[in-house]
């Protein structure tokens, strides 16, 4: 059984090389369509690094009327604190409100010199509320909208409440993200059709080129295995040795893009995240590979050759 294992997958090996031209074809269309899955691999993970780098930002802020006082403010802070949405409330004073917002506009000269004008601060003091989940915001935020509309005992200071515009940000990125994770989807299903295509033709061409071969076998008595499996050693070549090429491709193109991609996204480095994962990438285009390989030699063998 050894002996045989081994004269099966000598002459698979010896069609792969034999057949050149053919194989190359076969594993060129291959290695786009691993590509296609190594891409999807790093833009899922770099959209969802983007994605929670965003929600990590989001929080409800009430903002509060420059008249509230301190015990109003107070009552607002303990009242959301037994809610059970809530992780944490940070309180902002006017005078750190307006720290800030000169920090952010210290670009801006006609603001600054407008603030500089007033002579007093026209910020009041805020509540920042982080939830305990990302989905609990929105409650959270109706219940200070629901506060501000009675405008009765501590409600009444509430100037605004800063959500809305954060989760119509979230909800388009969402979509994007949703939108492109299908689109990607997409393209991997038809490359890897026009790859077991490609491929099972080739293992068509390479079983019409032995026909010679397989009818000798055939006249001797040469079992199925023996003479079906050289093609599928082929088919499955052709996966390997396509997903080899993209790993090593991947390494210098991920190479190149890591700092321009930690640039445009934050914390996202795809360089670091391809070595990080390696082991992910290299059994998901090697599986990948050999099971398109497997499948497409499978049925080409099933539909020509008969033993």
Do not use: C
Request: no cysteine; net charge positive.
């Amino acid at each position: 059984m050894w002996v045989t294992t081994k004269r099966v997958a000598r002459y698979g090996v010896a069609g792969f090389v034999r057949n050149g031209f053919v194989s190359l074809a076969a594993v060129v269309i291959m290695t786009i369509t691993l590509f296609v899955v190594a891409l999807l691999l790093i833009s899922g993970a770099a959209l969802n690094s983007t994605l929670k780098a965003l929600t990590d930002k989001v929080d409800v802020t009430v903002y509060f009327t420059t008249n509230a006082t301190e015990p109003q403010i107070q009552d607002i802070q303990n009242q959301l604190k037994a809610l059970p949405e809530v992780a944490s409330v940070t309180y902002v004073s006017p005078d750190e409100a307006l720290a800030t917002f000169r920090e952010r506009h210290k670009n801006d000269q006609l603001t600054m010199q407008a603030l500089d004008e007033l002579g007093t601060n026209p910020l009041g003091a805020a509540l920042e509320i982080r939830a305990k989940e990302t989905s609990q915001y929105e409650s959270i935020a109706k219940y200070l909208n629901t506060q501000q509309s009675a405008a009765t005992g501590s409600g009444a200071v509430i100037d605004k409440v800063n959500f809305y515009q954060n989760k119509t940000a979230i909800d388009r990125l969402t979509t994007i993200i949703q939108s492109s994770r299908r689109l990607g989807i997409a393209v991997a299903l038809v490359m890897a059709l026009a790859s077991i295509i490609i491929t099972f033709n080739t293992i068509r061409l390479a079983i019409y080129t032995s026909r010679d071969e397989i009818g000798v076998m055939n006249l001797v008595g040469a079992g199925h295995w023996y003479v079906r499996g050289p093609f599928m050693i082929a088919g499955v070549l052709y996966g390997a040795v396509a997903a080899i090429v993209v790993l090593l491709l991947l390494y210098p193109i991920t190479l190149w893009l890591g700092p321009a991609s930690e640039r445009f996204m934050g914390t996202f480095n795809v360089f670091n995240y391809f070595t990080g994962a390696f082991p992910l990438f290299f059994l998901a285009l090697m599986v990948s590979g050999i099971a398109l390989g497997a499948l497409s030699s499978y049925l080409a063998v099933r539909r020509y050759l008969h033993t």
